[in-house]
T-cell receptor
């Protein structure tokens, strides 16, 4: 089946730093989704990407849909304490609505 | 957008027992899904809850272990049957996703099996 690998697995940064994480796939996706999961909550959609090469921003977050359609990147600028959580990439299996989730990147902000 | 609630939010159960988790959506949705998230892991799709017909299970998940009901377009239940400690996980329901629309998630049910 399809697999989505995220790197890094975890990040420890100081408040104010920029963050970059990526997601790679063994197969092509036509849509890339980035979710954030806060402790004790379900995932919340941050950004959706629908076209190869697309670059989309949502406040301090910027995500890109890779040209090969096998990868995506998420950047967070000027991190703040509420950015702490687990970030998942996800993509719908080709032709249906079922989502495959990435392995996740856990973001921790060091005081 | 859809607001999704789950009950219970958490439970501690004895092995061999069963627990039914409820998922309520604040609007009618075509697609509802159930996921499992084991400790420190990503989300794995258990099944698609189909309204008016049997759920569609993913590889590795079976109806006898995870029976699912979907009586209408706003409600679904997942039962974790004959539980063992390996079933300790977060169970999440989601709704939406049809035709490229956003898939929304409930807050999850945290299950600990002793």
């Amino acid at each position: 089946g399809q697999q989505l690998n995220q790197s890094p697995q975890s990040m420890f940064i100081q408040e104010g730093e920029d963050v970059s994480m990526n997601c790679t796939s063994s197969s092509i996706f036509n849509t890339w989704l980035w979710y954030k999961q806060d402790p004790g909550e379900g995932p919340v959609l941050l950004i959706a990407l629908y076209k190869a090469g697309e670059l989309t921003s949502n406040g301090r977050l910027t995500a890109q849909f890779g040209i090969t359609r096998k990868d995506s990147f998420l950047n967070i600028s000027a991190s703040i304490p509420s950015d702490v959580g687990i970030y998942f990439c996800a993509g719908p299996n080709f032709g249906n609505e079922k989502l495959t989730f990435g392995t996740g990147t856990r973001l921790t902000i060091i005081p | 957008s859809a607001v999704i609630s789950q009950k219970p939010s958490r439970d501690i159960c004895q092995r061999g027992t069963s627990l039914t988790i409820q998922c309520q959506v604040d609007s009618q949705v075509t697609m509802m899904f159930w996921y499992r998230q084991q400790p420190g892991q990503s989300l794995t799709l258990i099944a698609t809850a189909n309204q008016g017909s049997e759920a569609t299970y993913e590889s590795g998940f079976v109806i006898d272990k995870f029976p699912i009901s979907r009586p209408n377009l706003t409600f679904s239940t997942l039962t974790v049957s004959n539980m063992s400690p390996e079933d300790s996980s977060i169970y999440l329901c989601s709704a939406g996703g049809q035709g490229g629309e956003t898939q929304y998630f409930g807050p999850g049910t945290r299950l600990l099996v002793l």
